[in-house]
């Protein structure tokens, strides 16, 4: 079954669940305009979660998802609240889904766990799961090591089950060339990241406007959490202190509320802007069902192209 029919959604895009920012207003829009909007429960209280989901439903009678950072101390309350709620879309990161699938599928909640390898997509399936993210290191905030390029492709041969691509996707190239690679959809987070319906900073979005193809950088490795980020003083100076071999405590006591200086205060230099290098190819704001409606036009118009020309042909234009 097509990732669409399985989840209800016009357009094979999900939504990227970027903490702090997406919330009721941006994944009511996407959803509103045939993706698939997801809400993400990091840092929520269970409380809070609840009110985000209501909240979209008032935004949209379309389906949604939850997504679940698998390493928070509250993910049962979490997950409760998502099955009280009738929420029937969970994505997961962070962490093993295992322990929870038994009462996931006790409610009829399709599960769509993030992987960054190969090994971990197998194992994930073994699960029965009901698809997976392949989310190359290209995107923003946390970050495998494998590039989309690469890990695309091998993550669709060894699973059986649908694969979306994720990290370095901003328009319908990027879409035309995930579905190239096997992909039976994609999942966009920076792109959404200039849009009206995001609730960040405007001071946020003006930095994602404003960078470029080098403009990220990624942290924490040093502690086994890489995390890209758009470079500013405070991921200047955390780079340092990696270098200097600093401690988890000291890394930590530096970034502690970084992310929120950035959405809400809109303190982008002191602050944590966690977007993708694809950065580049997100220079304007539109709203989310402007952005959803170009990009799948833009990705016929490739597979149009393409259609017309044959591969040695297209290797010759390429090199015309």
């Given at each position: ?169 901003a328009d319908g190239r990027g879409v035309a060339a995930a579905f190239a690679l096997g992909a039976q959809g994609v999942q966009v987070g920076t792109r959404f990241l200039t849009t009206v319906e995001c609730p960040a900073h405007e001071n946020f979005k003006k930095a ?113």
């Open positions: 079954m097509s990732i669409t029919k399985l989840l209800g959604i016009k357009y094979p895009i999900f939504q990227g669940a970027m903490a702090q920012i997406a919330l009721a207003p941006l994944a009511g829009a996407v959803s509103n305009a045939g993706g698939l909007g997801i809400i993400g429960s990091g840092g929520l209280s269970a409380d809070r979660l609840r009110e985000e989901i209501r909240k979209t439903r008032e935004i949209t009678d379309k389906p949604f998802a939850v997504n679940l950072m698998l390493m928070m101390h509250n993910i049962p309350e979490l997950i409760q609240v998502v099955i009280e709620e009738g929420v029937k879309i969970v994505t997961t990161g962070a962490g093993n889904p295992a322990p929870y699938m038994q009462t996931f599928k006790e409610n009829n909640i399709i599960v769509i766990p993030v992987v960054p390898s190969v090994k971990i997509a197998k194992k994930m399936e073994s699960l029965g799961v009901d698809a997976v993210v392949a989310e190359g290191t290209e995107a923003g905030g946390h970050v495998g090591e494998t590039t989309t390029m690469a890990l695309l492709p091998q993550i669709v041969s060894a699973v059986s089950i649908p694969v979306i691509g994720a990290g370095g996707i994602v406007l404003e960078a470029t193809d080098t403009s990220t950088t990624v942290t924490g490795r040093s502690i086994g959490g890489p995390v890209r980020s758009i470079k500013n003083s405070m991921i200047a100076k955390y780079l340092e202190l990696e270098d200097a071999k600093a401690s988890r405590d000291e890394l930590e006591k530096l970034s502690l509320g970084s992310l929120r200086r950035a959405v809400f205060e809109g303190d982008t230099d002191h602050g944590s802007v966690m977007a993708g290098q694809i950065c580049g190819l997100c220079n304007e704001i539109t709203t989310v069902e402007e952005m959803i409606t170009s990009m799948f036009a833009e990705a016929e118009q490739v597979f149009e192209k393409l259609g017309k020309v044959k591969f040695h042909e297209a290797r010759e234009l390429a090199f015309a």
